[in-house]
């Protein structure tokens, strides 16, 4: 299970761009609250804090309890924009929930078993479609990632969403259809190994044609040799 994060914040007493710049001086992120059937929340929190949650790798699928006040209000992040050229978080946003809301996120993918697998044994190379899986679940049991194991896997193989054990409670939110999450596939080595033994295969059926035909030309030779000698000896 995912876990839950904590992140000190203040109330906005003023919003717009101005304020915003104003606080980001100051070392500040704005932010807001909203969901929930409740009015929207203004909020900042500090930029350092809100670094160290989002390097964790899994801020954005982690419930984050915001301590704003007496009452740790209970949230998923939905968003944060970054400064395209600092990389700066300039705004995030969170999402109003219950403990055990029904909630969406998306989980990242862990490939295991890699050395049980016949296909990267012989080289082959694993192509990761979906690094995340857009996940259906209850807020209190979001999985921190989904293990996918690779045992048995060799080169042509493919790993589709109805092959993974999600954990009790969760599903995928695309259920129209049964999607490619990675495959195995051969390396350049093998590929052109494929290629020269097709090659020689199709050159020795080329062979066995021709010489098939050619042992069929000569059995109507030999059949035409005969009924022309029978034919000569009528006539005598």
């Keep these: 299970m995912s876990e839950q ?21 100051e070392g500040r992120v704005p932010a807001v609250v909203y ?4 009015e929207p929340l203004a909020i900042h929190v500090e930029e350092k804090a809100l670094m160290r949650l ?36 300039l705004h995030a946003d969170f999402l109003r929930i219950g403990e055990h809301t029904t909630v969406h996120v998306n989980v990242p993918v862990v490939f295991t078993d890699e050395e049980e697998s016949r296909g990267i044994k ?19 049991d979001i999985p921190s990632e989904i293990t996918i194991s690779l045992k048995g896997t060799d080169v042509g193989d493919s790993v589709h969403i109805s092959q993974v054990k999600l954990p009790k409670g969760t599903k995928s939110a695309i259920d129209d259809r049964d999607f490619t999450i990675a495959t195995l596939i051969a390396p350049s080595a093998l590929k052109s190994e494929a290629v020269e033994q097709a090659a020689e295969e199709a050159a020795e059926a080329e062979a066995a044609h021709e010489e098939h035909v ?23």
């Design 214 to 236: 050619a042992e069929v030309e000569a059995a109507e030779a030999e059949a035409d040799a005969t009924e022309e000698g029978g034919e000569e000896a009528g006539e005598a």
């Design 5 to 25: 994060l904590t992140l000190a914040a203040e109330t906005r007493e003023q919003v717009g761009k101005g304020a915003s710049r104003s606080l980001r001086r």
């Design 54 to 89: 989002l390097m964790t790798g899994h801020f954005m699928n982690s419930v984050v309890m915001i301590e704003n006040g007496k009452t740790p209000i209970r949230t998923l992040p939905k968003d944060v924009t970054f400064d395209v050229v600092t990389d700066r978080p």
């Design 122 to 140: 012989r080289g082959g190379v694993l192509n990761v479609v979906r690094h995340e899986l857009e996940l259906i679940c209850d807020a209190a």
């Design 35 to 38: 969901g929930n059937k409740q």
